[in-house]
């Protein structure tokens, strides 16, 4: 991409850090096909409707809900997406020995496929690729279930207990895990630098992943095509697409 000054700074830093927390969204994975929920062209701006089933009270109590789910779940983008270059460009930053945590509220695996340590991924959002009973706990892969949708089973049941079956995601209106959102928020104090990549920071507690790392002293930088509330508070902010930027400030350095 063009040269630019803001860029081989952010460079310099990640250059010269030792433990660098990384925070995204749904931008990242918008290159691999994957919508995001609330920008100009997201699932839950063009239907409202979706919003829906990804509430937990609607999907519990609605079995219209719930088919229309399991429908959305055989078609969802994540089964044929392939991790793009800012999914790349983020393992080689492990690869360098850069990266510390990569904190995600994405559920589409990516970052995993690309190549990056399953360890060093926290997805607080839970993932697609499980799924699980609402009441037993039972979990198991994803697929197996969607076979027996393509058999013909609207709304399959749990066969340990008959429970209502969903994705091990989190909805609205469920209780996020704390274990989970301990170690984001533990990994997010012990970086030196932090990027917050393709999210527009309103969800909470994941946001308090930003001031947490700002307290620890960590620079901040936010990669992102729109406004944030931490942009007053970052030392650098870029507008520029994810998919450029990224493979750019993460590499090894290369001469010009």
């Known amino acids: 991409m063009n040269r630019h000054p803001e860029l081989d700074t952010i460079r310099g830093w990640i250059d010269a850090a030792q433990r660098v927390v990384v925070l995204t969204g749904a931008g990242i994975s918008t290159d691999s096909g994957i919508p995001d929920f609330r920008g100009p062209k997201g699932v839950w701006t063009l239907n409202p409707k979706a919003e829906r089933m990804s509430d937990i009270r609607y999907y519990t109590t609605d079995p219209e809900v719930r088919r229309l789910s399991w429908q959305s779940r055989l078609a969802h983008p994540a089964w044929t997406a392939a991790p793009n270059a800012g999914h790349r460009a983020l393992a080689e930053l492990e690869q360098r020995g850069k990266l510390h945590a990569l904190v995600t509220q994405n559920i589409d695996g990516l970052h995993q496929r690309a190549g990056v340590s399953a360890d060093k991924v926290i997805e607080v959002h839970g993932t697609l690729h499980t799924v699980m009973c609402l009441s037993c706990g039972w979990r198991g892969p994803m697929q197996q279930t969607l076979d027996r ?10 066969r340990e207990c008959s429970g209502l079956l969903k994705s091990d995601t989190i909805s609205f209106g469920q209780q996020l895990i704390p274990e989970v959102i301990e170690r984001a928020m533990t990994v997010s104090a012990e970086g030196d630098l932090f990027i917050a990549i393709g ?32 942009d007053d508070v970052a030392d650098a902010v870029v507008r520029l697409p994810i998919g450029e930027v990224l493979p750019w400030i993460c590499g090894a350095d290369v001469s010009d």
């Open 149 to 158: 949708v393509r058999a013909g089973e609207q709304d399959p049941e749990c």
């Open 199 to 230: 999210t527009t920071l309103q969800v909470y507690p994941v946001a308090a992943a930003v001031p947490k790392a700002l307290d620890a002293g960590a620079r901040l930088v936010i990669i992102n095509a729109e406004a944030t509330q931490f």
